[in-house]
């Protein structure tokens, strides 16, 4: 919780939740605000997911019941919800404002995706080893299991016609393999090489059959990390054929990455000691690279902080906001105030800072970064709490009053143009 002089917000338990597959929410829900500029934030601790106005940076009255509510994602007038104490995902239905259904699954999800029209979700149980879909319209979800040992992260494509999936590198070493599902079909095909090694995640541009795929390497006990361009057009036709790589780009570490324009930024941490990285001002750092990917050619590299990276955004003012758990807290330049898990890095100038925050929160992991559209203003999900941040002075914006959660914030994700 905030120190003293924030607004605190008192989160009330929606009574739309809806419980087991295919439930509909209840009568007598508000009606919808009308806010033309809204943001979800989910609540871990509360199981709730709060609709905020994005426009002028308040809460609004309305929640959303959502059992252990992590992870979101939204795509054409759906959202949803990763439900962490629970074995289903919630879905959110954005135009009338309330939880539509409950898709009960087999095990607790660890990640989510959902088609670029919204009608399917997916999700990641990685107990069982299993990829589990549902449609948005009823709820329901279909009996077929896609199989993936260790099944740990969802990359969608574009058009929402592939998903790639990535198998825990915590699962064991050696991992030389990612997944591929075509999301009409369900046809569902491997890719082994050794052009990967602990494939983590990937990034698609526009091609729905070409990605980067970033390897883990040491950082999840392999070898070395790398970025490799990966097309699978082939891999799932009728005869199959081979997936074709690039030469891979040598990288200090791959867990995070965002394209901009040609440009490739990846974020990952070296082993350390006793690799050291050239110009870390903090106690440990990660680094990120920018790879030219006409040619896979990794050039600059600039000093981060350290830890598991999982979220970048790009700003519309030319800043990426790049964000990690687990990060080497270091002591702040004021009392009370620590060196946390987020580096913004300026394009413009290739300088990167590090805010500073309370040191009385409980951790310091960033896990969830917004923009909000054609403001200069990013939300910022840092130890369980929402920083608003102006990002033309890169700093908590000193002109709006920052939020206090009641709880502990995990995500944030704007459902509006």
Not at 131 to 137: E, I, K, L
Not at 391 to 417: F, H, K, M, R, Y
Request: hydrophobic share 40%; glycine share 10%; with cysteine.
């Amino acid at each position: 919780m905030r120190p003293n002089g924030y607004v605190s917000v008192v989160w009330m338990v929606a009574l739309v939740a809806a419980i087991g597959c295919g439930s509909s929410s209840q009568s007598n829900t508000p009606p919808p605000t009308g806010l033309s500029k809204r943001v979800l934030l989910s609540n871990q601790f509360s199981s709730t997911v709060n609709l905020l106005n994005g426009q002028k940076d308040t809460f609004t009255t309305k929640t959303f019941g959502a059992p252990g509510a992590g992870k979101m994602v939204t795509a054409n007038g759906q959202t949803i919800v990763l439900d962490g104490t629970q074995n289903d995902i919630t879905v959110i239905d954005n135009t009338k404002e309330v939880v539509s259904f409950s898709i009960a699954l087999d095990d607790q999800p660890v990640d989510i995706a959902i088609t670029s029209d919204g009608a399917v979700a997916f999700a990641a149980e990685r107990n069982l080893g299993e990829v589990r879909f549902g449609t948005t319209v009823d709820g329901a979800l279909n009996p077929t299991i896609l199989h993936v040992p260790a099944a740990r992260r969802l990359v969608m494509s574009p058009k929402g016609t592939k998903l790639l999936v990535f198998s825990d590198p915590q699962s064991g070493t050696g991992i030389n393999s990612i997944f591929v599902i075509d999301t009409a079909s369900k046809g569902i095909a491997v890719i082994t090489s050794s052009h990967f090694d602990q494939p983590f995640t990937a990034v698609f541009g526009t091609s729905e059959t070409q990605a980067f795929v970033l390897n883990c390497g040491p950082q999840c006990g392999g070898t070395t990390a790398s970025v490799v361009s990966v097309d699978f057009s082939n891999v799932l036709a009728s005869p199959a054929g081979p997936a074709n790589f690039s030469n891979n780009a040598s990288v200090a570490g791959a867990t995070a990455g965002l394209l901009n324009g040609s440009t490739l930024f990846v974020a990952g941490t070296p082993p350390q000691p006793p690799a050291t990285v050239a110009g870390c001002p903090l106690s440990r750092c990660g680094v990120l690279t920018a790879i030219d990917t006409t040619s896979m050619t990794p050039g600059n590299s600039v000093p981060i902080t350290d830890g598991v990276h999982g979220k970048m955004a790009m700003t519309t003012t030319g800043r990426i906001y790049i964000g990690a758990s687990g990060c080497t807290v270091d002591p702040g330049s004021a009392p009370n105030t620590v060196r946390g898990c987020l580096s913004i890095f300026n394009v413009s100038t290739a300088a990167t800072k590090f805010p500073e925050e309370s040191s009385f929160r409980q951790n310091f992991d960033v896990t969830g970064l917004q923009p909000i559209s054609n403001r200069s203003v990013i939300y910022v999900v840092q130890a369980g709490e929402l920083d608003i941040f102006d990002t033309t002075a890169d700093a908590i914006a000193s002109n709006i009053t920052q939020l206090d959660v009641i709880g502990e914030a995990i995500d944030v994700l704007q459902i509006d143009p």
